[in-house]
Each structure stands twice: as structure tokens, then as C-alpha cells.
């Protein structure tokens, strides 16, 4: 069965500043994909970024970036230039095809961004 | 292009009612996920349908739960004579049939409190 790691529950920064979060994962497939999604105040579930595990290379959006090591089996995300916006939970999410593409989900990091 | 659209945004129900919770996906998508967060926690998976089929019900209840998803109309998720564990936010999620389809698109959620 596959599981999602998040073994940060909490972190906070200053704004401007730049936060990784942590996520592995632990899986027999190998085609499948991973995801952080945003969950603000409002509850909302906002898809930040995907990743391929068959493209090496690291999926990247605006500030947000990726570091997939895939023989690791570790997906963290790095936001840059934080803003008190990026103020959520982050949620990491693993699919595959023969789950029927159910995600399943991390126990999320609450990241806090100060003035 | 709206998203997917959930409805009601809160409900309140007393123990032993029924609750219903519909979930409009996104226009040409044609699977929807149901998920269930409890607070403090990450998402769990509960349903998968295509349209007029249940694909995986492995994550929800065998009892008092049930959902559909009619060739016309919203997607269903039922929860007859409903507790309080029952309280917790549910989340539809939809994906299109071809490309990207294991990236799935969240709705607000309804948040369900039982009394």
C-alpha cells in the first residue's frame, strides 16, 4: 500500500524568506504522481504543482519549485520569496493508474508566513 | 470555465438525519472523487465514480453511505441517519477523461456538522 509522509507539522518564516516542506512517499509503482496542494484559511484545496515520476526533471511554478529524488522517494517543495499569502496548509499527494487515480494524501504541514 | 461547484457550503443536521451533498464537476469532466477530512487531518479517500458508475467505494462506509453520479444532474454523496463522527468537511474532486487525467480539481468542500 502506498503512504504519504509529512513529518513537519508546523513552520514558520518571514516573508521574503524561502521554506522548503518535507514529503516522502513509499511505493511499489513505477508510473505515477505526486502533488502539493494549498489549503488557506478559506479551506479551499488549490493544486500548487504536479510532477511525473517518469520526467526527471523538477516541476516548477513561479516561486514554486520541486526536488523529486525519485530513488529517495522524497517530493519537498521550496517556496521563495514567501508571501503572507503562501499562509496554509501544504498537503503532499500521491497517485497511480492502478488506484484508479485516488490521491493519497499526506497529514499536511501548517506553514506560517510573519511580517 | 467554472470549477467544480459544491453545494450546500455548510450543513447542519441533527443525529439520525439524512445529510446530501452534491457536486457539479467541472464542464467535460466525467470522473469524480469524494473525499473526507476530518479536522487537523489530511484527506481521506472515499468514492470514485464515471458517470452512471461506481468504479471504487473502497474507502467509504459500507453502511449508512452511498453515492451515485446520474448521466444527467450532480453527483450524490448520501449519509443516512448520520452521528456526530460523521462531522467532518467533505471534498469532490473531478478529472477529465483523457489528457491529465490524474490531475483532479477540488471543490470549496462542505463543511457537515452534526448536532
Known amino acids: 500500500a502506498q503512504t504519504v509522509t509529512q513529518s513537519q507539522p508546523e513552520m514558520s518564516v518571514q516573508e521574503a524568506e524561502t521554506v522548503t516542506l518535507s514529503c516522502t512517499y513509499d511505493t511499489s509503482e513505477n508510473n505515477y504522481y505526486l502533488f502539493w496542494y494549498k489549503q488557506p484559511p478559506s479551506r479551499q484545496m488549490i493544486l500548487v504543482i504536479r510532477?511525473?515520476?517518469?520526467k526527471q526533471q523538477n516541476a516548477t511554478e513561479n516561486r514554486f519549485s520541486v526536488n523529486f529524488q525519485k530513488a529517495a522517494k522524497s517530493f519537498s517543495l521550496k517556496i521563495s520569496d514567501s508571501q503572507l499569502g503562501d499562509t496554509a496548509m501544504y498537503f503532499c499527494a500521491f497517485t497511480a493508474a492502478d488506484s484508479n487515480y485516488q490521491l493519497i494524501w499526506g497529514a499536511g504541514t501548517k506553514l506560517i508566513i510573519k511580517p | 470555465n467554472a470549477g467544480v461547484m459544491q453545494n450546500p457550503r455548510h450543513l447542519v443536521r441533527r443525529r439520525g438525519q439524512e445529510a446530501r451533498l452534491r457536486c457539479s464537476p467541472v464542464k467535460g469532466h466525467s470522473h469524480v472523487y469524494w473525499y473526507r477530512q476530518l479536522p487537523e487531518e489530511g484527506l481521506k479517500f472515499m468514492v470514485y465514480l464515471q458517470k452512471e458508475n461506481i468504479i471504487d467505494e473502497s474507502g467509504m462506509p459500507k453502511e449508512r453511505f452511498s453515492a451515485e453520479f446520474p448521466k444527467e444532474g450532480p453527483s450524490i454523496l448520501r449519509i443516512q441517519q448520520v452521528v456526530r463522527g460523521d462531522s467532518a468537511a467533505y471534498f469532490c474532486?473531478?478529472?477529465?477523461?483523457?489528457?491529465?487525467?490524474?490531475?483532479?480539481?477540488f471543490g470549496p468542500g462542505t463543511r457537515l456538522l452534526v448536532l
Open positions: 510532477q511525473e515520476a517518469y
Open positions: 474532486a473531478s478529472s477529465p477523461q483523457q489528457a491529465k487525467k490524474e490531475t483532479q480539481y
